[in-house]
Protein backbone atom coordinates (compact mmCIF):
# COMPACT_ATOMS: atom_id res chain seq x y z
CA UNK A 1 0.00 0.00 0.00
CA UNK A 2 1.47 3.53 -1.43
CA UNK A 3 0.18 6.91 0.37
CA UNK A 4 1.35 9.82 -1.88
CA UNK A 5 1.02 13.29 -0.31
CA UNK A 6 0.71 16.54 -2.88
CA UNK A 7 -0.41 20.11 -2.93
CA UNK A 8 2.15 20.91 -0.25
CA UNK A 9 4.21 24.27 -1.31
CA UNK A 10 4.64 28.26 -0.25
CA UNK A 11 2.25 30.75 0.66
CA UNK A 12 1.70 33.97 2.22
CA UNK A 13 -0.19 34.53 5.65
CA UNK A 14 -3.84 34.37 5.34
CA UNK A 15 -3.39 32.01 2.01
CA UNK A 16 -4.83 28.74 1.53
CA UNK A 17 -4.02 25.10 0.05
CA UNK A 18 -5.66 22.28 -0.91
CA UNK A 19 -3.57 18.71 0.04
CA UNK A 20 -4.10 15.22 -1.56
CA UNK A 21 -3.32 11.79 -0.98
CA UNK A 22 -3.81 9.35 -3.47
CA UNK A 23 -3.30 5.79 -2.31
CA UNK A 24 -2.66 2.83 -4.37
CA UNK A 25 -2.48 -0.96 -4.03
CA UNK A 26 -5.12 -1.31 -1.26
CA UNK A 27 -8.53 -2.79 -2.17
CA UNK A 28 -11.78 -0.66 -1.89
CA UNK A 29 -12.96 -2.11 1.58
CA UNK A 30 -9.77 -2.00 3.52
CA UNK A 31 -9.75 1.91 2.51
CA UNK A 32 -13.31 2.24 2.91
CA UNK A 33 -13.30 1.03 6.60
CA UNK A 34 -10.41 2.98 7.78
CA UNK A 35 -9.98 6.19 9.08
CA UNK A 36 -8.06 8.49 7.28
CA UNK A 37 -5.70 11.67 8.93
CA UNK A 38 -3.59 14.15 8.72
CA UNK A 39 -0.84 15.05 10.68
CA UNK A 40 1.85 17.47 10.90
CA UNK A 41 5.52 17.82 11.93
CA UNK A 42 7.23 20.85 12.12
CA UNK A 43 10.96 21.40 12.55
CA UNK A 44 11.75 20.26 16.66
CA UNK A 45 8.68 18.77 17.34
CA UNK A 46 6.71 16.04 17.36
CA UNK A 47 4.34 14.27 14.72
CA UNK A 48 0.92 16.22 15.68
CA UNK A 49 -2.79 14.82 14.64
CA UNK A 50 -4.17 17.79 12.60
CA UNK A 51 -8.04 15.94 11.48
CA UNK A 52 -8.73 12.80 10.68
CA UNK A 53 -12.23 11.21 9.10
CA UNK A 54 -13.62 8.23 9.94
CA UNK A 55 -15.60 5.16 7.72
CA UNK A 56 -18.44 6.89 8.64
CA UNK A 57 -17.10 10.34 7.53
CA UNK A 58 -17.16 11.67 11.07
CA UNK A 59 -14.24 14.40 11.28
CA UNK A 60 -12.29 15.53 14.29
CA UNK A 61 -9.60 18.29 14.35
CA UNK A 62 -6.92 19.60 15.78
CA UNK A 63 -8.40 22.64 18.08
CA UNK A 64 -5.55 24.77 16.93
CA UNK A 65 -7.05 24.40 12.97
CA UNK A 66 -10.98 24.01 13.35
CA UNK A 67 -12.43 26.56 11.31
CA UNK A 68 -9.99 26.94 9.28
CA UNK A 69 -9.41 23.07 8.23
CA UNK A 70 -11.68 20.79 6.77
CA UNK A 71 -10.69 16.98 5.90
CA UNK A 72 -12.51 15.34 3.14
CA UNK A 73 -12.19 11.78 1.57
CA UNK A 74 -13.41 10.03 -1.48
CA UNK A 75 -13.66 6.37 -1.30
CA UNK A 76 -14.57 5.44 -4.78
CA UNK A 77 -11.20 7.20 -5.54
CA UNK A 78 -9.55 6.01 -2.41
CA UNK A 79 -8.36 9.68 -1.56
CA UNK A 80 -8.24 11.90 0.86
CA UNK A 81 -7.76 16.08 0.74
CA UNK A 82 -7.27 18.19 3.18
CA UNK A 83 -8.66 21.84 2.87
CA UNK A 84 -6.39 24.64 4.72
CA UNK A 85 -7.51 28.03 4.59
CA UNK A 86 -6.41 31.10 6.50
CA UNK A 87 -2.53 29.98 6.68
CA UNK A 88 -0.81 31.43 9.23
CA UNK A 89 3.00 31.10 9.89
CA UNK A 90 2.71 28.86 12.48
CA UNK A 91 1.13 26.05 10.22
CA UNK A 92 4.68 25.56 8.55
CA UNK A 93 5.05 21.72 8.40
CA UNK A 94 5.61 18.67 6.59
CA UNK A 95 2.03 17.46 6.32
CA UNK A 96 1.69 13.34 6.50
CA UNK A 97 -1.55 11.35 5.55
CA UNK A 98 -1.94 8.04 6.89
CA UNK A 99 -4.35 5.27 6.59
CA UNK A 100 -5.81 3.11 9.44
CA UNK A 101 -7.24 0.20 8.70
CA UNK A 102 -8.00 -3.29 9.47
CA UNK A 103 -5.62 -3.93 6.85
CA UNK A 104 -3.03 -2.09 8.23
CA UNK A 105 -1.56 1.41 9.14
CA UNK A 106 0.04 3.65 6.30
CA UNK A 107 1.93 6.50 6.19
CA UNK A 108 3.08 8.87 2.93
CA UNK A 109 6.35 10.37 2.71
CA UNK A 110 5.27 13.67 3.71
CA UNK A 111 4.49 17.13 1.95
CA UNK A 112 5.83 20.27 3.25
CA UNK A 113 3.90 23.58 3.37
CA UNK A 114 5.41 26.88 4.38
CA UNK A 115 3.73 29.82 5.60
CA UNK A 116 5.65 32.80 4.93
CA UNK A 117 5.77 36.41 3.92
Known amino acids: VQLVESGGGLVQPGGSLKLSCATSGTIFSVFSSGTMGWYRQAPGSQRELVAAMTSRATANYADSVKGRFTISRDNKKRAAYLQMSNLQPEDTAVYYC?????????WGQGTQVTVSS
Open 98 to 106: NLDSYGGNY
